[in-house]
């Protein structure tokens, strides 16, 4: 901790972003790594407005989205796809993963205000098996949509 406020870094942890903001004062930078992925499908948009609104006038953020099942992502990494909604909790949303697909995420952040977000890589999982059936809840374009496994999006404030 020392070493990050010698850097002029404050770190604030615990803190849920999505019912509140960080402080008063604006932040210049927001990284994620495997973070965005387990925040429950409810939450996403508040919490994304919210460290939008947090940015200074310069701020930009960067995020790296895995979008695998985290209960078994090596052997069985579309196994989440499989469970109906009703029956995929809050707790599996945050355990597993939330189930965004690319293209809800490229619709979740083109419609943030003041945000200008561009991909700027994306993987995808070729060698993983797609279940026989997969939930209706589950909002994808096609089946390279099911198949990415990872995102980086980078957004600065406008």
Known sequence: MEVLQDLGIEYIAPIDLSQKLPGKEKIDFIFSKSVLEHVPVDDIVPLLENLVSSLSED??????????????SNERPFDFFVYQQDAYSRDLQSRWGNRIRRSQWKQIFSNLKHLDSKFVFEWSCKDGELPEKIDSSIQYIDEEDLRISHIGVVGEFI
Not at 59 to 72: A, E, R, S
């Open 59 to 72: 701020g930009f953020m960067f995020h790296l989205i895995h979008l695998l099942d985290h209960k078994n």
